[in-house]
């Protein structure tokens, strides 16, 4: 059957941010939805913040394209260019190599929930606020200077 039951979907707050980047990931809670579904060409999860948490570092991808649909609440999408209320119904796009650092910040008192599509690229992500960058060529995450963080 087409349809999913997001019941049955293990919904985890996990993330592969090094420390301390990790913990600020505490309010934000993600489905995958198209490994369920058994799709193979683009990546699609279901996102909820809690009130006071973010969906991610803010960064850019230099070689995968974002989409986020606001199903329910509020957030407030943070780029470049200043900040923009985002509510269910609203729809972001971010295309890849443009130096547009972005994340979503929940300061309402509700849940808020969307879902992100983009695609299965593997290479790098840029984080402008903090000492970050994802390695695609690598795999792995080192600080702003190239050095690797450390696996402990």
């Known amino acids: 059957m087409p349809k999913l039951d997001l019941d049955a979907i293990e919904a985890t707050n996990r993330t592969s941010y090094p420390m301390p980047y990790a913990a600020e990931m505490a309010g934000r809670y993600f489905r995958r939805l ?6 193979a060409d683009f990546t ?3 996102v909820v913040i809690k009130p ?3 969906s991610s570092q803010r960064h850019w991808h ?4 974002e989409l986020l649909v ?3 609440g509020e957030a407030v999408l943070i780029e470049d260019q200043g900040e923009t209320i985002l509510r269910a119904g ?7 190599g443009i130096a547009n650092g972005h ?13 992100a599509v983009g695609s299965l690229a593997k290479g790098d992500c840029h984080y402008p606020d ?10 792995r995450y080192t600080h702003n200077d190239g050095t690797p963080y450390s696996e402990t």
Not at 34 to 39: D, E, F, Y
Not at 62 to 65: I, R
Not at 103 to 115: E, I, T
């Open 44 to 46: 699609a999860s279901h």
């Open 130 to 139: 903090v000492d970050l960058e994802w390695n695609g060529e690598l795999g």
């Open 62 to 65: 230099g070689d995968e394209d």
């Open 52 to 54: 006071g948490g973010v």
């Open 103 to 115: 994340h979503l910040l929940n300061r309402s008192d509700a849940d808020c929930v969307f879902v």
């Open 70 to 72: 606001m199903i329910a």
């Open 34 to 39: 198209t490994q369920v579904a058994g799709l």
């Open 90 to 96: 609203d729809c972001a796009a971010f295309p890849k």
